[in-house]
């Protein structure tokens, strides 16, 4: 079977009869009015019509022939300039009954375009899945062999190419038509040679564009375009502004006057303007390096310039390579907003130089990791962060320190909450629940007061023998976890001491797998990860990824990179 004749059809005003009135229906519906034509719905007044179809009828943006499909209708319903004969029919309701083999034969005789769905042997025109930018129209189509196939394919074209791509084509086809018109005006003949992409190429074609007097540089403009559409990348392309046309258009009202190499607009300047810099939000992880999402991991490999938290621990920051340059948040207690507009403005400088800026954070970004605040402030200034999830410790250091969140009749429900509000204030303690877990991050200078809170709410106060744990440094080889009760669990902070980043676990759940002490416990070190190591297809497993992540030698600046082996033994 021979490969189908793909077209851009107009059609304005065309009149488009959909015969059904299900969710295909609805579909059909709207990408008709979409492309300016006027959808007429062909279903009886008894159907339960699919509810986009019901708000079209309602806002007069279709009109309803309560009634079934009659052979007329194809030759009644369309404009008048072509004596009622309608531009096209989709059929949605399959390909399987008469009526749809009917209405398909009619069509046919009469060269209406039809399209039965799920039956391509009934069709004449087939719907194309498509990308839309501006004028840009990418179009995918399997010729009837799966739908989904054909968007997963467009997805991944549209992915591919520059986001600004269909401005670019909108300014380059004002380009042309300004030569169009200037050209005719000036009574020059257009170069056809250069405008037809169908004919092939000529001897002339890439000949170098340099053009020596006005009247000969105007005749060669065209010529000038073909050629820059031709052979420049699509990111060059889609970098030119309204700015550059006008200087096109201006070069030759002044007289000649290329840029580098004979170029009419200076790829150079294309080329660095479209090296746009990129800010990354990506969460760390609550401290073993092995709990690095790959996609960190990669950031971290390739990041121009990494901006970390004060608490992102040392095993993270030995995989930065060298030659990064690497800043740590100078965040203390009472200078926390200005370090952070500090670290703000310095990754907003880097990204307008065309870096690419890693904001490396504990944990995840967005738990209370004031990941969405950075996200908008990059926003603002025209820059579109991308953010990489982390493992919070909020969930995560509980599950190394042997207590499940949630457990059957124990716990059915996880609270996190901060242990520090804004600038500082105490926030609202929660309810007593017995069936909940609560977790405090960023809660232990201040435990007596949170302790203080939670005993003494006014309307459900929590037992003084309630399990908690302090859990410090989770899944680092210093991990350390105090298992202990509301009521001594301030003591043992205090005999024992403080060794953040820290988090304090509250609930019932704490005592599934171990028992609450009398007064509290202390247990030191975490090597439940490298366990792992000494497992042999495990080992193998390991080590094949971080070969593909790490790669051992040196790196592109000449820098020594640390090999696999050699991340390992610094953990």
């Given amino acids: ?318 995989l930065i390579p060298r030659r990064t340059p690497v800043e740590i948040a100078k965040k203390f207690p009472g200078n926390a907003e200005q370090a952070q507009e500090e670290f703000l403005q310095l990754g907003l400088q880097a990204v307008k130089a065309g870096k690419t800026v890693l904001r490396l954070k504990q944990g995840d970004p967005y738990l209370y990791g004031r990941g969405a605040e950075e996200f908008d402030f990059f926003r603002k200034h025209g820059y579109i962060a991308t953010v990489l999830p982390g493992i919070t410790s909020s969930l995560s250091a509980p599950l190394f320190a042997r207590i499940p969140v949630t457990h059957r009749a124990v716990s059915d429900q996880v609270l996190i909450c901060t242990g520090t509000g804004r600038k500082g204030a105490a926030p609202s303690p929660p309810d007593y629940l017995p069936n909940q877990t609560v977790v405090f991050l960023m809660a232990l200078h201040r435990l007596t007061a949170l302790r203080d809170s939670l005993l003494e709410h006014k309307i459900a106060p929590w037992p003084v023998s309630t399990p908690c744990a302090v859990i410090e440094r989770a899944s680092c080889p210093d991990q350390r976890v105090i298992r202990s009760t509301l009521e001594h669990v301030t003591a043992a902070v205090e005999e024992e001491g403080s060794r953040p980043p820290g988090l304090l676990v509250v609930g019932l759940a704490c005592e599934v797998l171990e028992k609450a002490p009398q007064k509290w416990v202390v247990e030191e070190g975490f090597t439940g990860l490298e366990e792992l190591d000494s497992l042999g297809e495990g080992r193998k497993g390991l080590d094949a990824l971080r070969d593909r992540l790490i790669t051992p030698g040196l790196d592109e600046s000449g820098d020594p990179m640390l090999s696999a082996k050699q991340v390992v033994a610094t953990r």
């Fill in 1 to 318: 079977m021979p490969p189908a004749l793909l077209t851009a059809v107009d059609s304005t005003s065309h009149v488009h009869l959909i015969i059904g009135s299900g969710t295909l229906a609805g579909a059909r519906c709207s990408k008709s009015l979409e492309v300016g034509a006027v959808p007429i719905l062909i279903a009886p007044d008894n159907d339960n019509i699919h509810y986009t179809l019901a708000k079209k009828v309602e806002e007069h943006k279709l009109h309803w022939v309560r009634r079934s499909f009659e052979d007329d209708d194809v030759k009644t319903l369309g404009r008048a300039e072509v004596d009622g004969v309608v531009d096209a029919v989709f059929v949605t309701s399959g390909g399987k009954s008469a009526q749809a083999t009917n209405i398909s034969t009619l069509c046919r005789r009469l060269r209406i375009a039809v399209n039965v769905a799920d039956a391509p042997s009934l069709c004449t025109f087939t719907l194309l899945s498509t990308h839309t930018s501006g004028p840009l129209q990418i179009g995918v189509t399997t010729s009837g062999k799966g739908c989904k196939l054909a968007s997963r394919i467009r997805r991944d074209i549209a992915a591919s190419i520059p986001s600004e791509l269909g401005s670019a084509v909108d300014r380059l086809g004002t380009v042309r038509r300004r030569i169009w018109e200037e050209d005719h005006a000036a009574d020059l003949s257009p170069d056809h040679d250069a405008e037809d992409e169908g004919a092939g190429q000529t001897a002339q074609f890439n000949k170098l564009v340099t053009p020596t007097d006005l009247e000969a540089a105007k005749a060669r403009r065209m010529r000038w375009l073909a050629q820059v559409c031709e052979y420049w990348p699509l990111k060059r392309l889609a970098a030119i502004t309204d700015a550059d046309v006008e200087q096109l258009f201006a070069t030759y009202t002044q007289g000649p006057s290329t840029g580098q190499d004979g170029h009419l607009i200076n790829p150079a300047t294309l080329d660095a303007r479209a090296q746009k810099g990129h800010i990354i939000l990506a969460g760390s992880g609550p401290g073993h390096p092995d709990l690095l999402t790959t996609a960190t991991l990669k950031a971290i490999r390739s990041a121009d310039i990494i901006l970390a938290d004060k608490l992102v621990p040392a095993g993270v920051l030995e």
